[in-house]
């Protein structure tokens, strides 16, 4: 198997602590060697290029530093308050700057720049995600004959919101750069499709093939999926069984509701703790018998819109404890840290309930990882949003519209009565999916269908500058 490539913002070579499309990357990486590239996280003073290698338990790094401009136009600006938001169809949110798009232009071609030399003929080149879309492009104008794919890990937005993006078309036109364009689902390839047939000048001359300048891309639908089976151990290990206890005791006899998130406002917190408070009001009898355990480590902390949702959620969260909590029950614990998995695995295995609800999210990897750490005997029941990627391969769970608060209240109202008969064969449905179409299998289709060769040599892309 040829050499691969990975580029993607942020490196995380190494093991288990980072997660599973870490731990599959780097697998990957170890066994048939290559590399991975990106940005070091670093802000140098001057631009210069210098690669800092580095080998992270058998996986080799190559990181570079960006200049202070870089970060706030490429990184905190069109990625962070550009594109992520668009492509979770907040347009209410997005920002449309020119200097945004070219700091994320300038960017890219600095990438491509410095990677060039990384990359041997025979390679695959498989670059991740909305921080990098032109960066295929970039490769081509420099020569780069070699197979490249991209992989979108978030949602893609629908056409007519993907039009209030100035320069739409010709971003989109980037990624015909790439032989292998991979989305989560068959929802968000759909609306990649009907952008393209809408607003561009390309043949569809397949299913889920587009020719483009005498070159064939290839559109592939392929969910991510987690470690599953080492989750799974993990949830058996010591220190998640610790973890499990603590939380356990800490309930004295009450259920669970545990949500875990990065602090973010696609994934729906606001509407989730509205819900929750929804069943709290509309079911008095049982209401002191759950807690509703938030995690939700700060992200993105330099972008405005993310502080506000911050200290939006802590108002929000002593609002609802200030008007129900007793002397001996707070109906929200709202943490703001990250866990080590372990950890995460025993406090998703002792919730009676998964509350996984964002307003949009291209996958999302909590509502796996919660089914694969429950116990087979007695397990948990999952909410999940119809808006999740996830829901797609997750029919079982009980689907909620995270915007409509009676819909959550009734959902925790029927997961807390349910029967263990109907929890177990639920359940069941649900794991098998997450085993079987766990992070190697998301890498290796993804890998198959980049090295499968549909277009003859004499099409290859070569881009002038
Ligand atoms: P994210 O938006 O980051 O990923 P998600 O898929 O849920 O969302 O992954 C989050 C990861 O962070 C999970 O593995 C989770 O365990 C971990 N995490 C969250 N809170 C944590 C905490 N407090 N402590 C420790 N770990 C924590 C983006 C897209 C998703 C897509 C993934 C992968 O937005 O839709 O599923 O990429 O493609």
Redesign the pocket.
Known sequence: MSRLVVISNRVSAGGGAQ???AVALSAALRANGGIWFGWSGEVTEQFTGHINFQRTDGVATATVDLEEQDVEEYYNGYANRTLWPLFHYRIDLAEYERSFAGGYERANQRFAETVLPLIEPEDVVWVQDYHMIPLGRELRKRGIANRIGFFL??PWPPRRLLATLPEAAALVETLFAYDVIGF?TQEWLDSFLDFVKAELDAEIVGENLIRWQGHTIRLLACP?G?DARAFEDMARSQKARRAYEKVRSSLVGRSLIVG???L?Y?KGLEERFLGYERFLEENPEVRKSVVLMQ???PSRGAVESYQRIRSSLEGLAGRINGAHAGLDWVPIRYVN?????DV?AGVYRAARIGLVTPLR??????AK?YVAAQDPEDPGVLILSRF??AASQMPQALMVNPYSAEEMSDAIRRALAMSIHERKERWKATVQDVLERDVMWWLETFRDALEQKESAPEEILTIKA
């Open positions: 997660g599973g499309l890990h978030i989560h991510i987690i875990v998130d990065r973010d696609s995690i939700a480590p840290q990250g866990y080590p998995r995460l999210d291209g996958m999302n990897l909590v990882e999740a990627g």
